[in-house]
């Protein structure tokens, strides 16, 4: 009789030693989940900082592996967890990211939002994380592929379900009934602390060489579940609320330094760019139809609507773009995004003309619309500027971060007096041709004397 595998244990340079359920190393070696080794999890960042080279792979690995840890601590106060709530809540963990599109975020940013909305499936139109709704479609995949593997660990459609639900956050969903405080383990939206945070945060400061200043083992010791409000959520004790603090600020300082780097959003707006040029011609091969003999194939948008030809695309899109357009000298918007591509070897990258920092919300926004409605009117100039809004809030709500003290006294962080990091936020307006072109000094010099305004404004700071 064969010997039951009884999981694998995986080296990682962040957490170490990580031992995973068998059905999790299932998932982990199919075809769906092996695509994010070839996502980078900080987009164009590596373009800017060499050691962010890190891939949506090892973090979903993360993830699982602290979600893991979380609810097993949080069992040792709450005796109605099994291992069926438990394995949910890795799968979940496990699985957040499969939506994911070519360079993670940039692919949503700045080639799926610039879509128009007819050109996006009906069901994603209007959303906000469209890799979450994508998320769950490849997990529903990967069941329908791999019954008899759940079935071994009695998970059915409905557990499937529960672990859509955790990996969207939806705690009114009607799953885990009385077990409500699972939904704040993947994507916490009752307060941000979530172990996607932890794993992210330190891994991307490994990569990046930023110092963080929290202990997630020093959290994740101290998490009970008590009774607030009439609900069941996850508590700190208060002595980790400098922990808490250090969370937030550790991601204020990833998104300064590097998310939203304005060198970083221009390679990802030249990808998105690249992207939509070559949306029309560039085919994304799927499937062999034997009866036709001919290969499938359909576009970069077309491939939302198509499973089996999204879970193509990954990082080495860009590439397989620059191959196809040599092999296609009739296709001008192929050729166009080649181009653009060439020019990130080169480091000839899209160049910041304008740039206004304000810390009003509002007034950020107000502003926006004014300077995109002003580039709309200068119709000889539009299609040689981009325009990025940048927005640096602090996440953290103090009166819904709950914590307990010895005698288990229950407050939340805004009795503490601690105060949110105030708002900040710019608008950049980068130059889309090369940066010794003449144009991008007339261009400089016109938007300043339009907007000059903006930099007296006191209203606005």
């Known amino acids: 009789m064969a010997r039951e595998f009884k999981g694998k244990t995986f080296n990682d340079p962040i957490h170490h030693k990580m031992k995973l359920h068998p059905l999790l190393v299932r998932i982990i070696n199919t075809p769906e989940f092996d695509r994010l080794r070839n996502i980078k999890q900080l987009g164009g960042a590596y373009y800017v900082y060499p050691g962010a080279s890190n891939n949506r792979f090892e973090h979903s690995i993360g993830v699982a592996y602290l979600a893991g840890k979380l609810v097993n601590e949080l069992k040792k106060t709450f005796r109605g967890l099994t291992g069926t709530d438990i394995l949910c809540v890795e799968i979940a963990g496990l699985c957040h990211d499969l939506g994911h599109g070519p360079f993670s975020h ?90 996607d945070k932890w794993d992210y945060f330190t891994r991307d400061c490994h990569g990046l060489g930023i110092q963080h200043g929290f202990d997630l083992w020093r959290l994740l010791e101290t998490a009970q579940v008590i009774e607030w409000k009439g609900e069941l959520h996850i508590a700190y004790r208060d002595k980790v609320s400098t922990d808490i603090l250090e969370l937030f600020h550790t991601r204020t300082m990833v998104h300064m330094k590097a998310c939203q780097h304005k060198t970083i959003k221009a390679v990802e707006m030249m990808i998105g760019d690249a992207l939509q040029y070559a949306n029309a011609d560039f085919q994304v091969d799927y499937d062999f139809d034997s009866a036709e003999n001919e290969v499938q194939h359909t576009t970069l948008s077309g491939a939302l609507g198509n499973m089996e030809a999204y879970l193509q695309l990954n990082d080495q899109v860009t590439e397989q773009i620059k191959l196809k357009s040599k092999g296609n000298k009739n296709s001008k918007s192929l050729r166009k995004a080649r181009k653009l591509l060439e020019r990130l070897v080169v480091r000839d990258i899209y160049s910041v003309i304008f740039e206004i920092k304000l810390k009003s919300k509002r007034k950020l926004n107000e502003r926006m619309d004014e300077i995109e409605l002003w580039i709309t009117q200068k119709i000889e100039c539009s299609k040689w500027l981009g325009v990025h809004m940048v927005q640096f809030e602090d996440k953290l709500n103090p009166p819904y971060v709950l914590v307990y003290d010895k005698k288990k006294r229950i407050e939340s962080l805004a009795k503490m007096r601690i105060r949110k990091r105030p708002f900040e936020g710019c608008i950049r307006v980068y130059y889309k041709g090369k940066k010794r072109d003449r144009k991008r000094g007339v261009l400089s010099k016109e938007m300043e004397g339009h907007f000059h305004w903006l930099r007296t404004c006191r209203a606005d700071f």
């Open 106 to 195: 940039a692919f949503e940013d700045f080639f799926l939002k610039k879509l128009e909305q007819d050109q996006l499936p009906e069901e994603y139109r209007g959303c906000d994380h469209i890799h979450e709704y994508i998320s769950c479609k490849v997990v529903d995949q990967i069941f329908s592929k791999n019954r008899s593997h759940f079935g071994k660990y009695k998970l059915n459609e409905n557990h499937i379900e529960t672990i859509k639900a955790l990996i969207k956050g939806e705690r009114n969903s009607g799953y885990l009934v009385g077990k409500e405080f699972l939904y704040e383990v993947v994507a916490n939206k009752f307060n941000d602390i979530d172990v």
